[in-house]
């Protein structure tokens, strides 16, 4: 029995797979999938973006002051950022 994280048997997947098929057609299913993939990895990407710049100006104000006190919220707040970006990237 396949099992999803949500508790998904293989007839309730098999069930949903009908049911997309009957609403979108076999023709447009594909489509749907590759747009899907194409917004995660989008979302993933200006993630990442963000997390990096952030990261880059905090060393460099880092940098410029030399404060130990920033550099411990800095590392509190990349912490924060992976804790939230965690749930989004994909496990590998």
């Known amino acids: 029995m396949l099992t999803l994280p949500l508790f998904i048997s293989g007839a309730e997947i098999a069930f949903i797979m009908f049911i997309l098929v009957m609403v979108f057609g076999a023709d447009k299913i594909p489509e749907i999938a590759r ?23 905090a060393e460099k104000h880092l940098e410029n002051t030399g404060g130990d006190d920033i550099k411990k ?11 939230i970006t965690g749930s989004i990237r994909r496990k590998r």
Do not use: C, F, P, Y
């Open 35 to 57: 747009g899907l993939g194409k917004g995660m990895r989008t979302l993933k990407d200006a993630t990442n973006d963000i997390k990096s710049e952030i990261t880059s100006s």
């Open 73 to 83: 919220e800095v590392d509190q707040v990349k912490d924060d950022i992976e804790e």
